[in-house]
């Protein structure tokens, strides 16, 4: 039996813009089986965003439900949220999101500093990832000693240091060239095989939409296709 990391039942999102009520997701309905890379396509404003935030415990639903790992997240309270996201789910944003006073190594420590790993293992293993992602040559190096594409791998290396079942990916290539987005597709693609671990990524770029496993289109805060 295929087992599924992520399941939403009829999930709906709407922001109160002053006394306006903005709706963002419009009932959404999907199961996301272990092992999948998943891109989830759109415009800007269709709703990519917001779903991500919803299925990583960032944001909360207006209704519906939805459960990440058998984890039912609508029951869980901030403290519950915050905790499952460190245990759980690994982030990967547009804008890289490092801490420019911080290098390679310790950027990745991060995650590991909050589960209160120790110093010697945290190291271990942020520097097995580093190697993961073709950086062992560059983990003293701070985010603006890096190209864009080494910064994003530091960004996948850091999503990892958890060992997340799921890591969710906003955009990762829409700050990137061609080539670098190809090779960063390549390091998902072998990290998927390598680690069984699920990508959800949402984008509007075709090369990436190409190398997913499974493909959603949404439009309007509703699943197209």
Not at 8 to 19: A, F, H, P, Q
Not at 104 to 117: M, Q
Not at 173 to 199: I, W, Y
């Amino acid at each position: 039996m295929i087992e599924t990391v992520v399941e939403t039942n009829n999930l709906t999102k709407v922001y109160e813009r002053g006394k306006v009520e903005v709706p963002a997701l419009r009932g959404i309905t999907i199961r996301i089986p272990r092992g999948e890379i998943v891109c989830i396509a759109g415009s800007s404003g269709s709703g990519k965003t917001t779903l991500l935030n919803l299925m990583g415990g960032i944001d909360t639903p207006t209704s519906g439900e939805i459960s990440v790992t058998g984890t039912n997240l609508t029951k869980l309270g901030q403290t519950g949220l915050a905790d499952f996201r460190l245990k759980n789910v690994g982030f990967v944003f547009q804008f890289y999101n490092l801490i420019p006073t911080l290098t390679a190594l310790e950027n990745t420590e991060i995650p590991l500093i909050l589960a209160k790993v120790s110093k010697e293992e945290r190291q271990a293993r942020s520097k097995k990832l580093l190697e993961l992602v073709g950086l062992e040559h560059r983990i003293m190096h701070k985010p603006d000693e890096l190209s864009g594409g080494e910064q994003q791998r530091v960004a996948i290396a850091r999503a990892l240091a958890n060992e997340p079942s799921l890591v969710l990916a906003d955009e990762p290539t829409g700050d990137l060239d061609s080539h670098t987005a190809a090779d960063l597709m390549d390091l998902v693609t072998e990290l998927n095989k390598t680690k069984r671990q699920t990508f959800i990524i949402s984008t509007h770029d075709q090369h990436v939409i190409q190398r997913g496993t499974k493909i959603y289109i949404i439009k309007d805060g509703k699943i197209e296709e």
